[in-house]
């Protein structure tokens, strides 16, 4: 486990050439906010940086104490908000769009926002779930209609990655990913709790075969899936109703003493995001490397069904399979399409 002064001093050791431009999904608040603050000081404010988000007022705050270069001469570096709401699809393409009017490439693509409540199970008025939709659809998303910005970066030879902060390392060949449920809407939605935590597992499977079907086609990018622990937010209490309103007293009585900062946290977000080069990573809280795989050249996958194994190699807490990968992604683009 790096400790934060070994994590500190490897981020400061981050001294790009050019003047890299971040999109950070989920910026003004919680764990994305301490990346993006934390990424500005590195580089001393000299950054594109793009906060997305539902609150302008709080981005405004954050943009505001954002460092700035030095040098005035300094060019490409803007700090600025774009709005959305990411539970609805819509809003992401219109974002994206709004992205790519504004940039020619994307060095960083960092998706932070989720979702935790275990008490509003809704299907969204785009017929997903909501859970889903806020911790899994809109990643894919973002990925599918910005990847061209990142592949830019690459062919500049600057850096060019993506991270997903959800829940990795989860996956195990005893658990393989329901593909008679894609979605979480065809089995009978019963029971909220049930519901939920259905979908928030479902989230991490599918989180790792988007960015393991992404890698596979693109082989010199990063694409990295990381479990942040448990991190001291607005959005630690758990949410729970009913007869599980106890439960609720219990864990968020317990969880804050077991929780880091946002900030610490952010810390080892980024030593994950500016260590590593190309292929798929997945990663712990500290930014340990969990499983890897690099592609040499892209890959189309096969029909294995194993969990757990990637183009014939073995993955530690990876929670999908070649024919899994496939089905979700081609489930992802159904469902997410603009109709």
């Known amino acids: 486990m790096p400790t934060q002064t070994v994590v500190k001093a490897s981020n400061a050791s981050f001294s790009p050439s050019y003047?890299?431009?971040?999109?950070?999904?989920?910026?003004?608040?919680?764990?994305?906010?301490?990346?993006?603050?934390?990424?500005?000081?590195?580089?001393?404010?000299?950054?594109?940086?793009?906060?997305?988000?539902?609150?302008?007022?709080?981005?405004?705050?954050?943009?505001?104490?954002?460092?700035?270069?030095?040098?005035?001469?300094?060019?490409?570096?803007?700090?600025?908000?774009?709005?959305?709401?990411?539970?609805?699809?819509?809003?992401?393409?219109?974002?994206?769009?709004?992205?790519?009017?504004?940039c020619e490439r994307i060095n960083f693509l960092v998706m932070t926002a989720g979702y935790s409540s275990m008490v509003n199970v809704a299907v969204t008025s785009e017929g997903l779930d909501l859970h889903l939709a806020m911790r899994y659809y809109h990643r894919f998303v973002w990925i599918q209609e910005l990847l061209p910005l990142v592949q830019a970066a690459q062919a500049r030879s600057e850096d060019a990655k993506i991270m997903s902060v959800l829940g990795a390392g989860r996956g195990n060949p005893k658990?393989?990913?329901?593909?008679?449920?894609?979605?979480?809407?065809?089995?009978?939605?019963?029971?909220?709790?049930?519901?939920?935590?259905?979908?928030?597992?479902?989230?991490?499977g599918y989180t790792d075969a988007m960015l393991a079907h992404f890698a596979a086609q693109n082989p010199g990018i990063a694409f990295t899936h990381i479990h942040p622990g448990i991190v001291r937010t607005n959005g630690l209490p758990v949410d729970f109703d009913g007869l599980l309103t106890p439960l609720r007293w219990i864990l968020n009585f317990i969880l804050p003493f077991l929780a880091v900062s946002q900030d610490e946290c952010a810390e080892h977000m980024l030593y994950a995001l500016f260590t590593g080069k190309r292929g798929l990573f997945l990663r712990d809280r500290y930014g340990n490397v969990v499983s890897e795989l690099a592609f040499e050249v892209p890959v189309e996958l096969g029909e294995s069904l194993e969990t757990s194994v990637l183009n014939g190699i073995s993955m530690t807490g990876y929670g999908a399979s070649d024919l899994g990968v496939r089905r979700i992604v081609e489930h992802s683009e159904a469902v997410t399409c603009a109709s």
């Open 19 to 102: 003047v890299p431009v971040a999109v950070f999904v989920g910026g003004t608040s919680g764990v994305g906010q301490g990346m993006v603050e934390a990424f500005a000081r590195y580089v001393q404010g000299r950054a594109r940086i793009i906060i997305v988000g539902r609150n302008e007022h709080a981005a405004a705050e954050i943009i505001a104490r954002l460092p700035k270069p030095s040098d005035a001469e300094t060019d490409g570096w803007k700090h600025e908000f774009v709005p959305c709401d990411v539970s609805l699809m819509a809003h992401v393409r219109a974002a994206c769009a709004e992205i790519r009017a504004k």
């Open 175 to 204: 658990r393989p990913i329901d593909l008679e449920n894609l979605g979480n809407t065809v089995k009978p939605r019963e029971g909220r709790f049930t519901v939920a935590l259905r979908s928030m597992i479902m989230s991490s």
